[in-house]
Nanobody, 122 residues
Framework: QVRLVESGGGLVQAGGSLRLSCASEGIFSINAMGWYRQAPGNQRELVARQTSGGATYYADSMKGRFTISRDNAKKTMYLQMNSLKPEDTAVYYC?????????????????WGQGIQVTVSS
């Protein structure tokens, strides 16, 4: 069973930086990974996404400020967030799809982390 656990959120002043991490268990291979966020009263939106081939997409408001990356050896994904703004305040979620393993059983999956709060004060 795939498990994703986010960390690194918290409270930061505008202009500051945070690095979110998404540690994984049970993943054999990744097809694509992404970070999403949801602010109160808003729908969940895509922040950044990266495929296994390295193709990367950023939402317009995050370009130049956020960077998505991963450490395959540690099976951990990251979102480096710089020049944070109050409007970046939201719960951030990591999402991964690919192939999981459990013993000798391999199957496709699409999993979400539990979410982590990021609050940017003005």
């Amino acid at each position: 069973q795939v498990r994703l656990v986010e960390s690194g959120g918290g409270l930061v002043q505008a202009g500051g930086s945070l690095r979110l991490s998404c540690a994984s268990e049970g993943i054999f291979s990744i097809n694509a990974m992404g970070w999403y966020r949801q602010a109160p009263g808003n729908q969940r939106e895509l922040v950044a996404r990266q495929t296994s081939g390295g193709a990367t997409y950023y939402a317009d408001s995050m370009k130049g400020r956020f960077t998505i990356s991963r450490d395959n050896a540690k099976k951990t994904m990251y979102l480096q967030m710089n020049s944070l703004k109050p409007e970046d305040t939201a719960v951030y979620y990591c999402n991964v799809n690919g192939i999981s393993y459990s013993g000798t059983i391999y199957k496709t999956f699409d999993a979400w982390g539990q979410g982590i709060q990021v609050t940017v004060s003005s």
